[in-house]
């Protein structure tokens, strides 16, 4: 993409067109309304082609990833067509979320994360973990590779997070202040270890952990505010949350929309792009009409994250 493609839109429509495609141009309307430098997206998908594929086949088939709902993928590109759109939107730092699915893929994947991060700008480096021995070496060696932010999939790993089996690497990961983005709610559909409970016992051994609980905890909202209100440095994402598809599925409830407020230095702008039903902004527009004011969404799109990532 040649430098021209990167000017920002001019909000009031005084500067001459720039030539970003129309969807980008209302992410970036968004943004410089509110006076950011861009957006931080802790929730984006990276992950080697092949197992891309796999995912998008998953969701094509409708399989218990989306509890059998008809799930259209919007951005169906390649790699390199996918990061440049994420440029194109203003999204200064993106993450590659990838988990395995079982033992003994999450090296390989990690392996993978360490050579995206470093040959794609804007990449906050993003490895993984299951339960299996020799978890706390490969997470110990991720970290020293310059890994900035975990994820986990206790739904698709079918794994209990409190198992002792990752007690060691959570407690490494806690010490070294590193982010883990963690799908646990039972959205959208549930596993045997989804729920608020085996994260609270993961939270009891390691009150320090740094979990950002991936779409809001999507459906027990409620349940992961309360455990972010009780720990200080647990976070959430807002994944998926407040969108039609989502609300029309999983409503936030509007009585807990003042918990949410209340925790405005602790939620953190995530998309799922490029697996989403929907285009990018709807994301951004959804959390708009909360109404809870510019100065969250500043926070949320990106203060946050910035500051969670030193950026
Ligand atoms: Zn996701």
């Given amino acids: 993409m040649d430098d021209q493609r990167m000017e920002p839109v001019d909000p009031r429509g ?3 067109p720039t030539p970003v495609g129309e969807e980008a141009g209302e992410v970036r309307r968004f943004w410089n309304r509110l006076g950011l430098p861009g957006l931080v997206d802790v929730h984006t998908h990276f992950m080697p082609e092949r197992v891309l594929r796999k995912v998008w086949a998953y969701f094509d088939a409708l399989g218990p990833l989306t509890g059998g709902l008809e799930w259209p993928i919007t951005y169906r590109n390649e790699e390199a067509e996918r990061t440049a759109l994420l440029r194109e939107f203003g999204v200064r730092a993106f993450t590659a979320m990838l988990y395995p699915h079982k033992p003994g893929m999450a090296r390989w994947l990690n392996d993978w994360a360490t050579d995206f991060a470093r040959r794609t700008p804007g990449c906050l480096h993003t490895a993984t973990l299951h339960p299996e021995p020799g978890v706390e070496t490969y997470v110990r060696e991720a970290v020293e590779a310059g890994a900035r932010v975990f994820k986990a999939h206790v739904q698709v790993g079918a794994y209990d997070p409190a198992d002792e089996l ?3 690497a959570w407690g490494l990961l806690a010490e070294a202040g590193i982010p883990v983005v963690i799908h646990c709610g039972s959205g959208p559909a549930p596993g045997k270890h989804t729920g608020p409970e085996p994260i609270a016992r993961v939270l009891a051994r390691h009150p320090r952990l740094r979990l950002v609980v991936a779409h809001l905890g999507m ?3 409620e349940e992961f505010l309360t455990l972010a209100e009780r720990y200080g440095e647990v976070r959430l994402d807002t994944t998926m949350a407040f969108t039609d598809f989502a609300e029309e599925l999983m409503p936030f409830p509007r009585r ?11 939620v953190l702008l995530g998309s799922d792009f490029p697996n989403i039903p929907y285009p ?3 994301q951004l527009q959804a959390l708009e009409r909360l109404d809870l004011g510019d100065e969250w969404l500043r926070a949320v799109c990106h203060d946050n994250a910035a500051e969670l ?3």
Avoid: I, K, Q
């Fill in 14 to 16: 005084t500067a001459a």
């Fill in 166 to 168: 990752l007690d060691d």
């Fill in 219 to 221: 459906p027990e909202y």
């Fill in 256 to 266: 807990a929309l003042p918990r949410l407020a209340g925790l405005g230095d602790r």
């Fill in 280 to 282: 990018y902004v709807h």
């Fill in 309 to 311: 990532f030193a950026l």
